[in-house]
């Protein structure tokens, strides 16, 4: 009854609609998320450049570009989402005690995430998703998990952190 009552209301007043993560000790963090919004900004940007290479687009190609770009975009959000989510929720003083690079290197992500979103550039994007590496690094350390790098199996083909989890 509570509830239906509330969802007439709802509907009446249109309450905005509210997002969280983690409020609430749920405990489920894990960087992999900012690492592979990371790798999509790669993989746009190498789209992109080839774009770039042609004389003149097409109108298909034009409306490519622009959803690569909208892609790219979104990703280099969710980089700064899934950082700042783990460092605000999970990051504690016994984690900056442990690292004190953290403060800094999760302002250089935010900054490096800008940088990304505002230039359609390679180098711009491997610094990114370097630093987001190494977030990844710290975050497993802190939970006492090994990690190790590979390659993703996947385009752009580079380098990942992933923790060691067996």
Same mark, same amino acid.
Request: hydrophobic share 45%.
């Given at each position: 009854?509570?509830?239906?009552?509330?969802?007439?209301?709802?509907?009446?007043?249109?309450?905005?609609? =509210?997002?969280?993560?983690?409020?609430?000790? #749920?405990?489920?963090?894990?960087?992999?998320?900012?690492?592979?919004?990371?790798?999509?900004?790669?993989?746009?940007?190498?789209?992109?450049?080839?774009?770039?290479?042609?004389?003149?687009?097409?109108?298909?190609?034009?409306?490519?570009?622009?959803?690569? =770009?909208?892609?790219?975009?979104?990703?280099?959000?969710? =980089?700064?989402?899934?950082?700042?989510?783990?460092?605000?929720?999970?990051?504690?003083?016994?984690?900056?005690?442990?690292?004190?690079?953290?403060?800094? /290197?999760?302002?250089?992500?935010?900054?490096?995430?800008?940088?990304?979103?505002?230039?359609?550039?390679?180098?711009?994007?491997?610094?990114? /998703?370097?630093?987001?590496?190494?977030?990844?690094?710290?975050?497993?350390?802190?939970?006492?998990?090994?990690?190790?790098?590979?390659? #993703?199996?996947?385009?752009?083909?580079?380098?990942?952190?992933?923790?060691?989890?067996?």
């Amino acid at each position: 009854m509570l509830y239906n009552i509330i969802a007439k209301l709802d509907r009446r007043l249109n309450f905005p609609i =509210v997002m969280g993560h983690c409020d609430i000790p #749920c405990k489920i963090y894990d960087p992999i998320s900012a690492q592979i919004a990371a790798l999509t900004i790669i993989r746009m940007v190498d789209l992109l450049n080839e774009l770039k290479e042609k004389a003149s687009l097409t109108l298909d190609e034009q409306a490519e570009f622009l959803r690569l =770009v909208n892609q790219k975009e979104q990703h280099g959000v969710k =980089v700064k989402e899934e950082i700042s989510v783990i460092w605000g929720d999970y990051i504690k003083a016994p984690q900056l005690g442990q690292y004190p690079e953290l403060h800094e /290197l999760v302002h250089s992500i935010m900054l490096a995430s800008s940088q990304a979103k505002q230039h359609i550039s390679r180098d711009a994007a491997m610094t990114l /998703l370097q630093k987001v590496n190494r977030f990844a690094e710290i975050f497993w350390a802190t939970k006492q998990v090994t990690t190790f790098t590979a390659t #993703c199996p996947y385009p752009p083909a580079e380098q990942l952190v992933y923790p060691r989890v067996y």
